[in-house]
């Protein structure tokens, strides 16, 4: 149980694209905020069309200050929300606008009622697991980057394959020869690993999972591992530059001789938990587990 009034700033992030199921969204926040002038609510300008009042218009430095952090959309726009609060600490609603939606605890269609919970204080805490990426050429640290989901390694030439060389903890452990390499956190092991044939993972759980995209050799399979305390490092294992690519939405180029080292965060992602939902629950939900063969 948290304590009642905690959300008095509320941020809204959402894409212009979800247009039909975030206008819903937004007209259902603002209708609520008229009868709630305690809790103010706030977007950045690229929905400045699609707001009323008294939803106010703010920059992007405001909206990482909020209370809480209000993400309308898919598995996507809650990743972009959780880059916001990156530092800052906010949590994360997510409000599922899209398709799956492993992320997302309420629908559009039951926002007023998950408003009205959150006021009331009927709502948990889930704190998730980041990755720290830090890519060094020799003893410098030339690039830093924190990730929720995945680092997904690929060619620079995208008709070329990745051979990649990986140590783990001071050992190494394979060069991995595939189309692609993930390491997914447990968050990210319902995003591109579950489409690439890789295992979720508890939310819960301490670790990753390194998820081979057509590997060319039957024998390499999905590797879980702990990164408490220890440290998984890549490179290049031939003389050719690879794509890092974090979050799927920043990408570096990693050279031959540079290392990246992926190490679990201080940093973490906090979601908002309604007392109706579960990771369980999502699973059966979103993937359609029955336990028998569906009627046709």
């Known amino acids: 149980m948290q304590e009642k009034l905690r959300f008095r700033t509320i941020g809204i992030v959402g894409w212009k694209d979800k247009s039909h199921d975030l206008a819903l969204a937004l007209d259902k926040i603002s209708e609520w905020a008229l009868q709630h002038p305690q809790v103010t609510f706030c977007v950045v300008d690229n929905l400045r069309e699609l707001v009323k009042k008294p939803i106010k218009v703010v920059k992007e430095s405001a909206l990482c200050k909020t209370d809480l952090l209000l993400a309308i959309g898919g598995d996507g726009t809650v990743l972009s929300a959780a880059h916001l609060a990156l530092g800052h600490n906010t ?4 409000v599922n606008a899209g398709r799956v939606g492993f992320l997302a605890e309420t629908r559009v269609e039951g926002l007023s009622q998950t408003l009205d919970s959150l006021y009331a204080g009927d709502f948990s805490t889930r704190e998730r697991m980041m990755i720290d990426a830090s890519v060094y050429h020799g003893k410098k640290c030339i690039a830093k980057h924190t990730v929720l989901n995945e680092v997904h390694v690929r060619a620079h030439a995208p008709e070329r394959m990745v051979n990649v060389g990986v140590t783990y903890n001071g050992t190494a452990l394979t ?9 997914s956190t447990p968050t990210g ?40 305390s220890k440290k998984l490092q890549m490179k290049s294992a031939v003389d050719g530059p ?29 979601f908002i938990r309604m007392r109706h939902t579960g990771f369980v629950g999502a699973l059966r939900e979103k993937l359609g587990w029955t336990g028998k063969p569906r009627q046709v």
């Open 242 to 270: 690879l794509d890092l690519v974090f979050d799927g939405r920043t990408t570096i180029v990693l050279k031959p001789d540079d290392v990246v080292t992926l190490s679990e965060s201080k940093s973490v992602t906090t």
């Open 91 to 94: 949590p994360i609603l997510g």
């Open 189 to 228: 092991s319902t995003a591109y690993n579950l489409a690439a044939g890789g295992p979720i993972i508890h939310p819960a759980t301490p670790a990753v999972v390194l998820t081979p995209v057509a590997p060319s050799s039957l024998s390499v399979r999905p590797l879980v591992l702990s990164l408490s």
């Open 175 to 183: 060069d991995y020869w595939a189309d692609s390499l993930l390491v």
